[in-house]
């Protein structure tokens, strides 16, 4: 966890889907710190949830808008993250149009919005600007194997134009942009219907459903717990020196995705069976990051081990599906029977 700032150290921030997975993370230990936030987000896949405990903080704003419009910020701004853009494929690819724009268009604006305050800016960039890669593990010199024109590209095509907006805006001298490729993330309040591969198998296996991977399982996933990650974003943002390169911000242990399956269901100690589906068009078969710049230039590597991270992640899935853990279960009074 990171020390609260001195008071003269005290930011304004904005963070653009402040409402979602990442975002609320980020928004709790910014606060946390010190700092005044400004959350902005259309909730198009956040969640009001997500802030609620934030909304009668002082120092905690709440701006209901989305980046795809123009923004004008009242008062002073310091540092901007744009985070706004739906994370899963099942919600980035209802509004394939939307999506890319929210990625063009919204990093666009926020950029503007940071030249005129002279605000310093991270872009939420992806390890999917890799596509399917053929280099292994990705480092930030490999420029992707990515299908412009398949259902992903709205998404993947989108974050490499921001990418090139920021790295514009930077040689220009406009903006001190910052860009973090963030590799698959996982953690408390991931949303149980938004299609990721985590919550989808922790979820079937708490409901007792079968468990569905795509493909034979053979593919391999490296993940990277929230609270790691929100403090990779931290430290991109605020070293001194700008690293004027995108780095690989993610958890570099390696898991096949039938590894993952069977870890899930033992830790949920679930009856439910594994089922093969159809794999999805460009699904990457391997990805693990290369997270040596970030080791050298931000002194950061993930510390969470999956097993702990999961147990984490298992725990919010129960409270949020009102599943009991196997230890309340048996902790039922004698007499009275398991539902
Ligand atoms: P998320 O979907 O939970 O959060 C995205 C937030 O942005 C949501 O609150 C959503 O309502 C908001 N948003 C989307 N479009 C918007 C728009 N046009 N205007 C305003 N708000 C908008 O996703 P997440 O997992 O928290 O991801 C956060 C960021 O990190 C995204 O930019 C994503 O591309 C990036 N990222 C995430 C992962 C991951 O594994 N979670 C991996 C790589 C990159």
């Known amino acids: 966890m990171m020390m609260p700032v001195p008071n003269d150290r005290r930011l304004n921030i904005l963070v653009t889907g402040g409402a979602g997975f990442i975002g609320s993370h980020l928004c709790d230990a910014l606060?946390?710190?010190?700092?005044t936030i400004t959350c902005?987000?259309?909730?198009?896949?956040g969640s009001r949830a997500n802030v609620a405990p934030l909304l009668n903080h002082p120092r905690f704003n709440l701006v209901e808008a989305d980046v795809c419009d123009p923004y004008v910020h009242d008062g002073p701004l310091d540092r901007v993250y744009n985070l706004a853009c739906p994370a899963s494929p099942p919600r980035y690819q209802l509004d394939p149009v939307h999506t890319m724009m929210t990625c063009?268009?919204?990093a666009g604006h926020m950029l503007s919005l940071s030249e005129r305050h002279g605000a310093r800016f991270l872009q939420a960039s992806t390890s999917e600007v890799y596509g399917d890669p053929e280099e292994h593990p990705q480092r930030e010199t490999y420029r992707g194997n990515v299908n412009c024109i398949g259902p992903r590209a709205c998404y993947d095509e989108g974050k490499r134009a921001a990418e090139t907006l920021c790295f514009d805006m930077l040689r220009r001298a406009g903006v001190d942009a910052r860009v973090a490729r963030i590799f698959n993330t996982y953690g408390p309040r991931m949303q149980a219907d938004d299609g990721r591969i985590v919550s989808n198998l922790t979820v079937q296996a708490l409901t007792g459903e079968d468990l569905t991977i795509h493909g034979d399982g053979r593919q391999t996933r490296s993940f990277c717990f929230v609270s790691d990650l929100v403090a990779g974003l931290q430290k991109l943002m605020e070293v001194e020196q700008n690293p004027h390169q995108p780095v690989n911000l993610g958890n570099p242990d390696e898991y096949e995705i039938l590894d993952l399956a069977e870890k899930v269901l033992e830790m949920t100690q679930s009856p439910s069976r594994v089922v093969f589906k159809p794999l999805p068009e460009d699904d990457p078969r391997r990805r693990r990051p290369d997270i040596s710049a970030a080791e050298r230039l931000l002194g950061?590597?993930?510390s969470v081990p999956l097993q702990q991270g999961l147990l984490a992640t298992i725990e919010d899935f129960r409270m949020q599906l009102g599943v009991q853990s196997p230890r309340q279960e048996t902790r039922r009074p004698v007499g009275q029977p398991a539902r």
């Open 300 to 302: 950061w590597r993930p």
């Open 31 to 35: 606060l946390q710190a010190g700092h």
């Open 104 to 106: 063009v268009r919204g």
């Open 40 to 45: 902005l987000d259309s909730f198009v896949s």
